[in-house]
């Protein structure tokens, strides 16, 4: 059975840093593309960032470019989110997602809905 589960979240003051887990069933960290998405209040989910199975390939969203870094580690069947220049528009609630790798290049990142496996989410607030 496929399972994401998500930790990492918290408050923080704007500027501060974060770092957001993914624990994966094994399966996953072999064959899958891995991404973050977000929400925030009132807003559509929107991809943040996504990597290919051998993690050289990351994709960003413009807004996060440079502050927030995607890495995986197949090993140990993690996939991590270091966010790092908070800004109060990064608050939403942070899911890990997952979706069979098609070929080589990035992963995808903007539709939700190309993602099959998700998780349950954790929440980041930055105040300012």
């Known amino acids: 059975q496929v399972q994401l589960v998500e930790s990492g979240g918290g408050s923080v003051q704007a500027g501060g840093s974060l770092r957001l887990s993914c624990a994966t069933s094994g399966y996953i960290s072999r064959a899958y593309c891995m991404a973050w998405f977000r929400r925030a209040p009132g807003k559509e989910r929107e991809g943040v960032a996504s990597i290919d199975i051998g993690g050289g390939m990351p994709y960003y969203a413009d807004s996060v470019k440079g502050r927030f870094t995607i890495s995986r580690d197949n090993a140990k069947n993690t996939l991590s989110l270091q966010m790092n220049s908070l800004k109060p528009e990064d608050t939403a609630m942070y899911y890990c997602?997952?979706?069979?790798?098609?070929?080589?290049?990035?992963?995808?990142?903007?539709?939700?809905?190309?993602?099959?496996?998700w998780g349950q989410g954790t929440q980041v607030t930055v105040s300012s």
């Open positions: 997602a997952a979706r069979v790798q098609y070929g080589f290049g990035t992963c995808p990142l903007n539709n939700p809905s190309e993602y099959n496996y």
